[in-house]
């Protein structure tokens, strides 16, 4: 009854996909299959606990994570600065369908299924060619994958 009562009264504060972290082994082989180039920008959607944020930042990123639960924002800010990475990884209480990603060489994602065809498009009509996308255990609908790790998906705008 607790638990219900608190996102009855603080709704804002639980929402977006569900929290599950992204697996340490996951994280490197999505690292590996971005392939990140010095001074290329990254953006990890539903960035969580920044985990992956810190990540693109240690391969060499400029690393940011869009994140539309601010208790999660607030502990991935508090895990960047542990991680020693304040100033390299930036996490924003931001809701990913108002953003432009045409900025971004790098995408990262751990989606859910039924957000992932609207996601694609969104995707392939925002990002420069040679953009990569790299998608934990949620393939697109319709882009083929250039490679695919574990549950590692890696697509490429062409």
């Given at each position: 009854?607790?638990?219900?009562?608190?996102?009855a009264?603080?709704?804002?504060?639980?929402?977006?996909?569900?929290?599950?972290?992204?697996?340490?082994?996951?994280?490197?082989?999505?690292?590996?299959?971005?392939?990140?180039?010095?001074?290329?920008?990254?953006?990890?959607?539903?960035?969580?606990?920044?985990?992956?944020?810190?990540?693109?930042?240690?391969?060499?990123?400029?690393?940011?994570?869009?994140?539309?639960?601010?208790?999660?924002?607030?502990?991935?800010?508090?895990?960047?600065?542990k991680?020693?990475?304040?100033?390299?990884?930036?996490?924003?209480?931001?809701?990913?369908?108002?953003?432009?990603f045409?900025?971004?060489?790098?995408?990262?994602?751990?989606?859910?299924?039924?957000?992932?065809k609207s996601?694609e498009?969104?995707?392939?009509?925002e990002?420069?060619?040679g953009a990569?996308v790299?998608?934990?255990?949620?393939?697109?609908?319709?882009?083929?994958?250039?490679?695919?790790e574990?549950?590692?998906?890696?697509?490429?705008?062409?």
């Amino acid at each position: 009854m607790l638990l219900g009562g608190i996102f009855a009264i603080f709704p804002i504060l639980f929402k977006g996909a569900i929290y599950l972290p992204t697996q340490k082994r996951t994280v490197k082989k999505m690292i590996e299959l971005a392939s990140i180039k010095p001074g290329e920008v990254a953006v990890d959607l539903g960035s969580g606990d920044g985990r992956l944020v810190i990540a693109l930042a240690r391969a060499g990123a400029e690393a940011h994570g869009y994140e539309i639960n601010p208790l999660l924002v607030l502990l991935a800010k508090w895990n960047i600065r542990k991680a020693g990475m304040k100033g390299k990884a930036f996490v924003y209480f931001k809701n990913l369908w108002k953003e432009d990603f045409s900025r971004f060489d790098i995408v990262t994602i751990f989606g859910i299924g039924y957000a992932m065809k609207s996601l694609e498009q969104k995707l392939k009509k925002e990002l420069k060619t040679g953009a990569r996308v790299v998608s934990n255990a949620f393939p697109f609908p319709n882009w083929q994958h250039e490679k695919k790790e574990d549950t590692a998906f890696l697509y490429r705008k062409l």
